[in-house]
């Protein structure tokens, strides 16, 4: 594998169920990111983890639950979500701290919820 | 606050028509300006990123230059596989943060 990848890329879940979305950076980088991107909308900044640890959390609720285990793993667990939370969710990674702060992404898992 | 303004929201383009994209910018001290296509449903991909006022980078039919004030994404002789939507970003200098601000892109479709 190489990049950044995501699993899974599609997630129909209820109201009342509980998932987790996975993100894998193969990069070697020191920064990972969650966004949201809704139809018609700009990119949402959800999360930041930089080695390891959250550094921005802008206003999220608290059924979007951030977990980054190590530098090159991230991981959104979700529960009781509702129907507008339905969006593309994106992982990026980044080298924070460098002259090239470029930040790539994963390839998104597309959610609807129920 | 940095603030990114893409322009035009979308564009229609026949084949081997050139045409430009802008991002303007407000941003206190640039570290970087960035880049990227984004095919429906998919993660966006990157294609370049700018860091002064004068620079100039190419990839195939791509061409982005930037100013102190704005970012152009010239496109030369499209195909219609070079429809996406193209996402502007900034990075400041200042403030310690490394995190960009994006703008909501321009969805570019070419005709064939």
């Known amino acids: 594998e190489t990049g950044v990848t995501q699993t899974p890329r599609h997630l129909v879940m209820g109201m009342t169920n509980k998932k987790s979305l996975k993100c894998e950076q193969h990069?070697?980088?020191?920064?990972m990111y969650w966004y949201k991107q809704s139809a018609k909308k700009p990119l949402e900044l959800m999360f930041v983890?930089?080695?390891?640890?959250?550094?921005e959390n802008n206003s999220v609720p608290s059924r979007f639950s951030p977990e980054c285990p190590n530098s090159s793993h991230l991981f959104l667990h979700l529960h009781t979500l509702q129907p507008e939370d339905s969006a593309l969710y994106l992982c990026?990674?980044?080298?924070?701290?460098?002259?090239?702060?470029?930040?790539?992404f994963g390839p998104g898992t597309r959610l609807l919820v129920l | 606050e940095d603030q990114v303004t893409q322009s035009p929201e979308a564009l229609r383009l026949q084949e081997g028509e050139s045409s430009s994209l802008n991002c303007s910018y407000t941003?206190?001290?640039?570290?970087?300006l960035f880049w990227y296509r984004q095919d429906p449903g998919k993660g966006p991909e990157f294609l370049f990123t700018l860091y002064s006022a004068g620079e100039e980078k190419e990839k195939e039919r791509l061409k982005a230059t930037l100013t102190k004030k704005e970012s152009f994404l010239h496109i030369t002789a499209p195909k219609p596989e070079d429809s996406a939507t193209y996402l502007c970003?900034?990075?400041?200098?200042?403030?310690?943060?490394?995190?960009?601000?994006f703008g909501r892109g321009t969805s570019l479709i070419v005709h064939p």
């Open positions: 983890y930089s080695l390891e640890e959250r550094v």
């Open positions: 990026a990674s980044s080298q924070a701290g460098t002259v090239d702060e470029t930040q790539y």
């Open positions: 990069l070697g980088h020191n920064a």
């Open positions: 941003v206190s001290g640039l570290r970087g």
């Open positions: 970003a900034v990075q400041s200098s200042t403030g310690g943060s490394y995190i960009p601000t």
